[in-house]
């Protein structure tokens, strides 16, 4: 059995014009996962730019592992239409994160993340430190569809007695 290294909080804000796939809009949620965990947020009726602002915490066992984003679009009748993916990369929240930095400004950004071919960012993220936590920021650009965007927001959360990083 893996020991568990740490929990990942996500925070997941809002969708950015994302694809239409009713007649007029589309009925999203979003799902993220981890090998086999699994965690999803309600959905956002007849809205291509839903507001979610729901809190997800998955346990991290395995940071080789990747965090996956999908957006769906809920069905009734019939299996739920793809609307993207993203793959959330944790590491440079993660690197700062053990760096063991405290009593910082609220607000004093510690690292930018700019968008490469290997992620899925779609403007420089912001690693911050805010109420004595360290934060990340970050606009997710979703793949294998037309359009679409995602906000989330990270933050690591240590667990006492736990492998950590």
């Given at each position: 059995m893996e020991e568990l290294v740490g929990l990942m909080r996500i925070r997941v804000k809002r969708g950015i014009n994302l694809a239409r796939r009713d007649t007029l809009s589309s009925d999203p949620f979003v799902v993220i996962t981890m090998g086999s965990h699994r965690l999803k947020t309600r959905t956002?009726?007849?809205?291509?730019?839903?507001?979610?602002?729901?809190e997800l915490t998955i346990a991290i066992k395995n940071l080789n592992k990747p965090v996956n984003l999908m957006v769906y679009d809920r069905d009734t009748f019939t299996a739920h239409d793809k609307m993207g993916d993203a793959q959330i990369d944790i590491m440079p929240l993660l690197d700062v994160h053990s760096l063991g930095l405290q009593e910082l400004k609220d607000g004093t950004v510690i690292k930018k993340v700019f968008p490469t071919g290997d992620n899925c960012l779609s403007d420089e993220s912001r690693i911050i430190f805010n109420n004595g936590k360290i934060l990340q920021d970050m606009i997710l650009v979703l793949r294998n569809v037309e359009c679409g965007k995602v906000e989330i927001q990270l933050e690591w959360i240590e667990i006492p007695g736990g492998k950590g990083l």
């Open positions: 956002v009726a007849n809205n291509c730019n839903p507001e979610w602002n729901e």
